[in-house]
């Protein structure tokens, strides 16, 4: 991997802000194109801190180099309108070198590890909500929204009253307030935005600390499956072995029954040759003798 690969962004992203036209109880969907500017195969992961919120298709994905690759977030139905339609949910698009010839597939939480020591690409995208196009203004009101009614009587009340003509809208008032706030106040606010911002940042830190340990956890997972697939395996041939030692013993057994029978059948035979030959050799033996005796006496 190069050093200017290492160094600039992996990924030209287009729009830069997540625009919902938000209507209660509609879903709303905006689309992000991903460009590839390296010469190398990009791999993507896209996080944000209310998944419940957002359905994001596709979440991961291969850009081959100068290629480009678009997925789509959709916002769920809300049934609560946010105040002033002001959103602090925020994206965050992870991207990394792979090698060539990687899959969708092949990827897996550990390429956006930053354990890993590899160049992690990060790049954060927030949310914007905008009425729907050729609609009255609306404003919250107890979760719902409603037609702005500031303009008719209490309006004209108040320039009766008052003598005041030309009274910005709501909206543009309330910015020139907060313009002229006190500096307590800014500084309140400032401190509201940097926490908000820290908070955002820890879930995404979570997240990223979670996907971190998930590796090692799929890891050990896998470890036990093929020791406890070695363990059966093993259990199996003993099993066998048991099984073909036991066969074999009865075999020997039945061999040595047959041969201590085939003994007792040659003891047996043995024994009656013997009974039945002793006589004979007995009678030859007299009748040697008898001739010998024979031809001494009578020569």
Wanted: glycine share 4%; hydrophobic share 35%.
């Amino acid at each position: 991997m190069n050093y200017q690969v290492m160094t600039s962004e992996l990924l030209e992203i287009q729009p830069r802000e997540l625009k919902f036209t938000f209507e209660l109880k509609k879903q709303s969907s905006c689309s992000v194109q991903l460009g590839n500017r390296s010469d190398q195969y990009v791999a993507f992961k896209v996080k944000t801190t209310s998944p419940k919120k957002y359905c994001v298709r596709p979440n991961i994905g291969i850009i081959r180099p100068k290629a480009t690759c678009e997925f789509t977030v959709t916002m769920q139905a809300q049934k609560v309108a946010p105040p002033d339609l002001q959103c602090k949910d925020k994206f965050l698009i992870q991207s990394t070198v792979v090698p060539f010839g990687t899959t969708d597939e092949d990827i897996t939480s550990g390429m956006f590890s930053k354990e890993s020591g590899k160049y992690i690409d990060e790049k954060k995208l927030r949310v914007v909500l905008i009425s729907p196009p050729h609609s009255p203004v609306l404003l919250p009101n107890n979760g719902e929204l409603k037609k702005d009614s500031s303009y008719d009587a209490p309006l004209h009340k108040n320039i009766a009253q008052n003598g005041i003509e030309n009274i910005p809208p709501p909206q543009r008032l309330a910015e020139d307030v907060a313009d002229f706030q006190p500096a307590k106040d800014m500084e309140e606010l400032k401190a509201a935005k940097d926490a908000e911002a820290r908070h955002v940042d820890n879930a995404m830190n979570f997240e990223s600390a979670k996907e971190a340990v998930e590796p090692k956890l799929v890891k050990d997972l896998e470890e036990l499956k093929s020791k406890l697939q070695l363990t059966s395996s093993k259990l199996q041939e003993a099993d066998h072995t048991i099984t073909k030692l036991t066969k074999e013993r009865s075999a020997a057994i039945r061999e040595k029954d047959i041969l201590k029978h085939e003994v007792e059948l040659l003891r047996r035979k043995r024994m009656k040759r013997i009974q039945v030959g002793f006589p004979l050799l007995y009678v030859c033996m007299v009748a040697l003798i008898s001739l010998a005796f024979g031809y001494l006496l009578h020569p």
